[in-house]
């Protein structure tokens, strides 16, 4: 059966200064963002995630989350197909389960299920 990537939800920028980065996008996008803790800042832009994680690692760019039904599934067959876990399926809160793996050619893909996601 292939796997089914349901489109793209979320990309993540690492934000090495958080108030800096928060600033710039409120102010870019004309939009304050709907969550801001010292540990994330999230934007709703046309109802995907633009997110800021101030302890990302930068040399790994900005992180993207494909749409999945089943992120441990997902996350099984990419490992079959020789990817490695970086950060395993994990409840983020409300039912929304991430994942990031790395491919064999060196790059980080996520996966996300969000249970509250509409398109817009």
């Known amino acids: 059966m292939p796997l089914s990537l349901l489109g793209l ?3 993540i920028y690492p934000a ?3 108030a800096a980065s928060k600033k710039w996008w409120s102010d870019f996008l004309g939009i304050a963002p709907y969550f801001d803790e010292p540990f994330y800042v999230g934007f709703n832009v046309g109802g995907d995630e633009l997110g800021l ?3 990302a690692n930068r ?3 900005a992180q993207v989350y494909w749409g999945v039904d ?3 599934t997902t996350v099984e067959e990419s490992v079959a197909h020789g990817a490695t876990v ?3 399926p994990t409840d983020v809160g409300e039912g929304i389960v991430t994942a990031t793996v790395r ?3 060196g790059s980080v ?3 996300i299920f969000n249970p509250h996601y509409t398109q817009s």
Request: hydrophobic share 40%; net charge negative; aromatic share 4%.
């Open 53 to 55: 994680l101030p302890d």
């Open 9 to 11: 939800r979320t990309v």
């Open 16 to 18: 090495a200064d958080l």
């Open 103 to 105: 491919t064999p050619d």
């Open 70 to 72: 089943d992120v441990n």
């Open 109 to 111: 893909v996520g996966f």
């Open 86 to 88: 970086l950060a395993p």
């Open 59 to 61: 040399d790994d760019g």
